[in-house]
């Protein structure tokens, strides 16, 4: 998967361990599968409203392989507050297969995934109870927790760590970065801020995390009901508040903390590298709320023009007077105002007398792009809109499509003649879209 977003790994898996090691991986979400394989495979498998999160469990049975060359897009959480609400339903449905532990069906392989999802589930919980304990072995004890400090907070941000180590160890020399115009956090940067959410967040996940397992535990042991209430992401965007009142309520657990970290500091004030530690982390929980709300808004909506600076304006105009230029020397009469398909300098004939129908297209919507972008006048535009359509017009077709290559020169169809879907669904796309536009502009510019 290659869209990233988030803290967590699942949305940009470039390999598999389990795969890579076991010749076998592990199914997380999305994938192609053979229906009749899966029907005889898992037909009658798994009772009925038993588990809420079946993906894991399918992979073990079907053998899933990882594809790591196949591009899904799928939506993520836009906040804080459904990016838990989706958490919470993950670790409810990695519990409720604890019983397939017990099963002769898995091998151990599959019960060692089953369990890695249980070890994660609880990352935070244990590492808010190991933190309370080392600061109650502080306060009547003179020993240093701050070792154990350290290790507690290396589980929580191992991943961030080991972007950081990577980018230090195998960083190269005189690499030029590709220019972008899409705002987005990503590389060392994107690895540190992953790092600080994770510990900001630490006392409200444990406790969030907390209430999903022992309501699990308690609906799989006791009530038997509810065990496959979910609520869909699209629902969960929807329905979650984003308001600052609400995320400090959903995080009451960090203010919680924080209050009894500034307080305990009173008690440890003898040691001074500890009380102020504590104090700095207490006051950043109480504060993570603020953060999260703020990062959770939705952002303004602008024009993707107003979204450029100077310098990036200028480089894309710049893009396009050299693209234009292209179109203004070779969209002349001895092309028949057709666009060329390509050009290549090393050919003794540098232009090639050729064009298919989505040239075509793309010739027109470059003269409506000079006239917006003020390269040509009306006029001009008016002009070589019409020699082009004139050329059109002359062209052999069937039934009223255009074949997909001519020759500009002598505008005959290119053999073998053929009319492509595609290239036709462009070309008329194109077409009327350029109509339109021009002739919007035109009857308030003349």
């Known amino acids: 998967m290659q869209e990233t977003g988030g803290v967590d790994s699942y949305t940009n898996a470039i390999s598999d361990i389990y795969q890579d090691n076991f010749e ?33 469990l399918e992979g073990c049975f079907l053998r899933c392989g990882l594809g790591s060359d196949i591009m899904l897009l799928d939506g993520y959480p836009s906040s804080y ?27 151990k392989l599959s019960k060692y995934k089953i369990l890695d999802n249980l070890r994660r589930s609880t990352v935070e919980i244990f590492s808010i109870l190991n933190l309370i304990f080392l600061v109650a072995i502080k306060i009547f004890t003179n020993v240093k927790i701050w070792p154990f400090v350290l290790i507690t907070f290396i589980s929580v941000t191992i991943s961030s760590i080991l972007d950081i180590m990577n980018y230090i160890v195998f960083r190269k020399e005189n690499v030029k970065t590709q220019k972008k115009f899409t705002k987005k956090i990503d590389g060392l940067k994107a690895s540190i801020y992953r790092g600080l959410i994770s510990i900001m967040t630490l006392p409200s996940k444990s406790y969030l995390t907390t209430v999903a397992i ?62 102020w530690f504590l104090g700095i982390l207490s006051l950043i929980w109480i504060l993570s709320p603020f953060v999260m709300w703020y990062i ?24 396009a007077e050299d693209t234009w230029k292209y179109f203004s020397d070779y969209m002349n009469k001895q092309n028949n105002f057709l666009p060329p398909d390509n050009l290549q300098e090393s050919r003794r004939e540098k232009v090639v007398p050729r064009t298919s129908a989505t040239n075509i297209g793309l010739g027109l919507l470059t003269i409506i792009s000079a006239y917006d972008l003020k390269f040509i006048t009306i006029d001009k535009a008016i002009t070589s809109l019409e020699n082009s359509i004139d050329t059109i017009e002359k062209l052999d077709k069937w039934n009223g499509h255009l074949y997909n290559w001519y ?27 350029s109509k339109n536009i021009f002739r919007r502009k035109s009857s308030y510019t003349i």
């Open 24 to 56: 076998e991986g592990i199914y997380t979400g999305k994938g192609i599968y053979d229906l009749q394989t899966f029907y005889k495979v898992m037909k009658n498998r798994i009772p009925e409203n038993t588990v809420l999160s079946h993906d894991l």
């Open 81 to 107: 507050s459904s990016y838990m609400t989706r958490l919470i339903r993950w670790i409810r449905g990695d519990w409720q297969i604890i019983p397939w532990l017990k099963s002769k069906d898995l091998n």
């Open 214 to 275: 022992i309501k699990t535990i308690y609906r799989m042991k006791v009530t038997k009901e509810h065990l496959l209430e979910w609520t869909t992401a699209e629902e969960a965007e929807r329905k979650n508040k984003k308001d600052l009142k609400t995320m400090y309520i959903t995080m009451f657990t960090n203010v919680v903390f924080g209050i009894l970290g500034i307080v305990l500091c009173f008690f440890i004030k003898q040691y001074i590298f500890s009380s």
């Open 296 to 319: 959770s808004k939705q952002a303004e909506t602008k024009k993707s023009v107003d979204k450029l600076n100077k310098e990036e304006r200028e480089y894309i105009k710049k893009v």
């Open 407 to 433: 020759n500009t020169k002598t505008l005959k169809p290119l053999m073998p003649r053929y009319v492509s879907t595609v290239d036709s669904g462009n070309f008329v796309r194109i077409f009327i879209y």
